[in-house]
């Protein structure tokens, strides 16, 4: 039929569906960026307890990194439920088992980073006066930066998402829209709720490759350095032909 809505015809790309449910598409959005963001800050913050207790050797290394990586492989439907009792049908329970997913990749990124630190680097700061507590977060932590960056964006696109799986509890974001579409086939409610989940996956890691950039501003000098000295043999060289 000529004129046919879009929404009656089903269709899977549809403005219509955008302009008249767009409330509930910015809650949903929000939601999931606030879940998303609180998910990753915890990860960050319980990761480098973990990573430091890692670093202390072999007999923690192990346990540290074989309960992070049993941890991401438990599915999350059965994480949910593990965790229902304690925190109930809540927001809680969408994070802390998003938290738990996040570090397998944050501890090991953050204790990549902190190995890295080149050791006289840390001898020359003991012979300075640095105490463990300073070195720790005036050498070691900034010098590791630029892999826990790395881990953090990793961590951060993939809470976007793994926070869908949530619509089981009623507080996925925008999963609460796409499980009853997908359910009840309604093709522009899953695909533009999807497209979404793919933006904010796509902006996020693009604003946490911006904040890397700016507090590892040694690791743009480096590249330029490297080009002017390659450039400089290749006029010697020249030269001497």
Known sequence: MAGQSCLV???WICWEYVTSRSQELTDATLEHVWITGVSVLIGIAVSVPLALLARRGRHWAAPV???TTL???VPSLAMFSLLLPVFGLSAALVVTGLVLYSLTILVR???AGLEAVPEDVREAARGMGYGPGR???QVELPLALPALLAGVRIATVSTVALTTVGSIVGKGGLGNLIAPAVNSSFKAQVLTASVLCV???LVADLALLGVQRLLTPWTRASRPTRAKRAARTADVT???V
Do not use: E, M, Q
Request: proline residues 0%; hydrophobic residues 65%.
């Open 238 to 240: 020249a030269g001497a």
């Open 71 to 73: 941890l991401y492989t």
């Open 65 to 67: 990194l074989g309960l």
């Open 135 to 137: 070195l720790l977060w």
């Open 9 to 11: 015809a089903n269709d």
């Open 199 to 201: 933006l904010l996956a």
């Open 109 to 111: 990124n953050v204790l």
